[in-house]
Structures are given as C-alpha cells and as structure tokens.
C-alpha cells in the first residue's frame, strides 16, 4: 500500500525547488535577463544563416534590398560573390607582361589563320602516338615535351587557340614541339606512379623518344625541357627524375611538384630548373600558397626556379574578339554585354562567378531563338563558336585554365637560363 503522506511530502518539496527556481531567476537583475536573450538570439541567428548560406546563393539579397546602393551595383549578389570578389593585384612584371602579351606577333604562323599551324604524327605503335613540329624559319634548338591535362589529348594544342598561342612561342624561340597524348583512354590523365619503372606513361614517352631519335638523330644533342598542363604538369614533376633521356627544365603551368618528388627527389644536381606558371585566383590546387612552399625546397636545395602569375580576364567589349579573331566585334560587344546585364561582371569587370560551378550563362550567351533580325548573324556566330566560348570562359574566370600569358617569358627563362649554363660549362 503506498504510503499517502510520504508521497505527498516529495510532491511538496518538488513543487517548491520548482518555485524557487522561478523566483532566482525572476529576481535576477534586468541586464542579464537582456543579456540571456540577447545570446540566445544571435546564437539562433548565425545557426540560421549559416543553414541558409549552405544552401543557396542568396544570402545577401536582403542586404541588397534594403541598400540603396544596390541598383548602382548591378542588383543582388551572394556572398560567394562578395568573398570570391576579384580585385586587380599587383605582382612582379605585371605591367611589362600584360604589355608583351597583347603586342606578340607569331613569326612561324598565321594567328588569324589557325590552319597555317600544321603538325606531323607518328604511330610507332597503338600506344605510341605523338603529335610534332619543328620550326621553319629558324633552326631548331631545343626540344620541348608537351604533356595536356585530363580529358585532354594532344590533338588540342594544335585546335585550340590559347594553346597554338603557347607552341607559337616555343617554336619562335627555336624549339621543336612534342606533344604526347597519356596511354589513359577513358579519363586522359596521365600515370602519377612515381616509380618510374611501373608508370607505364613514363615507359611510353621513353619508348618514343628511342624511335623519334632514330628517325632524327640530328636531334639526339639537343637540350628537352617540359611543359606540362595540369594532370601533364604532375607527370613531367615524375619523367624529370628518369636518367635515360634527362630533362635540362620544366614548366609546371597550374601544376605543382609531385610532393613524394619534391621531397625525396628535388635534390640539386639531380633536379632540373623548374618554372611555374599559376593563376591568381586559384586557391585549392595548384595555388600560390603551395607553389611558395615548393619554392622554398627548391631554394633550399639551390635548384634555380622562378614563377609567373596570371590575373583573370579584365573584359572589355572586344575581347572575345581579340582572343578568338573568328568571333567577330559585333558577337563580342553582344557576349559582353549579357555578362554586364545579368550581373556576371563585378565593378573592375572580372567575372564573379565560376562558370564551371555556375550554369546559366548558358541561358543567356547562347540564345536558341532570337527574333531581332539585326542578331542573326550573331547568334550564328555564337553558335559556330559554342565549344570555344564554353573554354574561353574559364580561361577569362582564371581559376584552373590554359592560357597563352605568361608562357613566352617562362620559355625564355629556361632557354636563357640553359644558355647561361651551357657558356659557363664551356669557359
């Protein structure tokens, strides 16, 4: 039977240790009360935000509504868009730079006429296939080896025009052109082994250079240096340390050194001279904070190396135009302007958005029907020009993209550099 009174007196002390915590806390003092409510306010918020941000692109779009500088900004952005901000940096040669590059003129071929830069190919077997071609107006001093990126094959560095810019260069400073394609059929990405006796890539480029060699032994002396994109920038960082066919420098371009290379390889004497070329905006893979570490081996191990820095795109009207001459003045003041109405450039007219991660630049560059007669001539030029634009356009972000600055003074730099040597060797 239960007992009546005991159970009543634990309801009683229950009720007043409730009723005692009501008085504390009521007889607390007013500002903490505020401050409690305060906290707990902020906390809900941020924990909201926070939510709200991982899952949408319109953050900001309040701030913007109630701005009243908004309109003459362009209309709401995403703090993505505020971070990823880009403004113009100022980094060494920059100015001399920028100068060179929008003033080269290609001796070998016709810019304007992409066909002029022709190529032979070899098949010394199914997987030892390669793309070359020589200069023909002044005699062939070096040799350089051409890795692409993934999804990539050789044929693109002589298609795409960021890239026929790039062996133009290389071939007006004299060197022969090699580009291989990686024995990887599905994803192109070449063999990142770094026992060089099971990557079947670096067993591949060897092989060829033995049948290139044998049908152009006037060939045999000459200094080979590599430039290698992305993917191809990782497996020259592994073919420089090979003793069959030494390589006298590289280009790493928005690539870094394999980091088992770099810290069991780059060695000095055994290490080539190493140049890389990355992009400003690029923070994950081939970033500037990792090229600066790498440096700091290379200086350490007295291995010569330098850097060169590419800005993203300052767009103006014509620039689709300049860069890809087959699109004409009249499609490039369109394409720019829809980048401007739909607020896809920022105040120094960088784009804001990655057009890899962000899609609808599609909707609105490439109309399927227009009913202005005055455009059909341009959107038959879009249309003509989809790929190229859909490249272009990460080459213009800058983020991970092949671009022709930059790349004739980092080839100048391993030629001079190997000129110097090879004059101190012989004094």
């Known amino acids: 039977m239960v007992d009546f009174y005991s159970w009543t007196s634990r309801f009683r002390r229950k009720r007043r240790r409730t009723r005692s915590k009501l008085i504390f806390f009521c007889g607390l003092k007013p500002v903490y009360v505020l401050l409690f409510l305060s906290t707990t306010f902020i906390v809900a918020f941020i924990t909201f935000f926070i939510a709200f941000y991982r899952n949408s692109d319109s953050l900001l779009d309040l701030y913007y509504y109630l701005s009243s500088n908004s309109k003459s900004y362009g209309g709401p952005k995403s703090l993505k868009v505020l971070i990823g901000n880009y403004q113009p940096r100022s980094f060494t040669g920059k100015e001399q730079s920028v100068s060179f590059d929008q003033t080269i003129v290609y001796q070998d071929f016709n810019f304007l006429r992409n066909e002029t830069l022709t190529f032979e190919r070899r098949e010394y077997s199914s997987k030892e296939k390669f793309l070359f071609r020589f200069p023909k107006k002044i005699e062939t001093s070096a040799l350089l080896l051409i890795f692409h990126s993934c999804n990539q094959t050789a044929n693109h560095w002589f298609r795409t025009g960021e890239r026929q810019r790039i062996i133009g260069a290389a071939i007006d400073l004299g060197y022969g052109i090699l580009v291989f394609q990686s024995t990887d059929r599905i994803h192109r990405c070449w063999s990142l082994n770094t026992d060089i006796y099971q990557n079947e890539d670096i067993e591949m480029v060897v092989e060829i250079l033995k049948k290139f060699y044998n049908e152009f032994p006037k060939f045999v002396s000459l200094p080979r240096f590599t430039f290698g994109e992305s993917s191809g920038g990782l497996f020259s960082s592994i073919l420089t340390i090979n003793q069959r066919y030494p390589i006298q420098g590289q280009i790493l371009y928005i690539s870094i050194v394999v980091p088992e290379v770099l810290f069991r390889y780059v060695k000095k004497e055994s290490y080539p001279p190493t140049v890389w070329i990355h992009m400003l905006r690029d923070v994950e893979f081939a970033s500037e904070e990792r090229i600066n570490s790498s440096m700091k081996v290379f200086s350490h191990q007295k291995i010569p190396f330098t850097d060169f ?13 300049q860069r890809i001459p087959s699109i004409t003045d009249e499609t490039s003041r369109y394409l720019f302007y829809r980048l401007v109405q739909n607020h896809w450039l920022n105040i120094h007219n960088y784009l804001v958005f990655n057009p890899r991660r962000k899609l609808n630049w599609k909707n609105f560059l490439f109309p399927q029907e227009n009913d202005r007669r005055d455009e059909n001539d341009i959107i038959q030029n879009i249309q003509a020009h989809r790929d190229v634009i859909t490249e272009f356009l990460n080459v213009i972000y800058g983020e991970h993209a092949i671009s022709y600055e930059r ?14 040597q090879s004059q101190d060797i012989s004094n």
């Open 309 to 321: 820095a590419i800005e993203p795109i300052c767009l103006n009207s014509l620039t689709f135009h």
């Open 407 to 420: 790349s004739f003074e980092a080839l100048k730099w391993l030629q001079d550099l190997n000129n110097n």
